[in-house]
């Protein structure tokens, strides 16, 4: 949800347009993907922001917590994107 939420807000920010966000299960092993997709061109720069300021982490927490991270280039726009490995199911039992 953070990782979401960070690309979202950048989204928001900078793109200053419609948003779209799309979560996709990649396989069995449980990889997820989630992609932001915004009306502008520009791609995400990652920053380096001084202890004291209030905005500029957000691209390097997905950078630093994500599985993998991209930028792809659309017709409209761009799409910025994440993946993350979830944990795999506990066994077969119920749970009660």
Known sequence: MLLTSELVTNAILHGRCV???VVQRLDARGVVRVEVQDGSPDVPLRMSPSRLATTGRGLNIVIAAAQSFGVVAAPRG????FELA????SGGGRRG
Do not use: L
């Open 19 to 21: 948003v779209s966000v």
């Open 86 to 89: 979830t944990p795999a199911p």
């Open 78 to 81: 761009k799409t910025v994107w």
